[in-house]
């Protein structure tokens, strides 16, 4: 059985004057779609097969530049039931 898709929501706080270029970033990766940008908050959702490779994405979020703060706000694991 495979751990199943972990999705979660992050808020990412940006400076609010480079929070666009932040969030078109984020946007090109793989896996990361943004739903909103206002005030330097910049909200996510990640798609990512473990729970290793979310919290990879989320330390790669936090290394980007003008990213001040990722707060993981929820998760949850989307698994296929097991077939009988």
Known sequence: ????????????????????????????????????????????????ESERALADCMEGLRQEPDVMLVSLVYHEVDREPEKS
């Open 1 to 48: 059985m495979t751990d199943g898709a972990h999705i979660a929501s992050v808020i990412v706080r940006a400076r609010p004057e480079q929070a666009a270029g932040v969030a078109a970033r984020i946007a090109a990766t793989p896996g990361h779609d943004v739903y909103a940008v206002a005030e330097g908050k910049v909200i996510v959702v990640i798609e990512a």
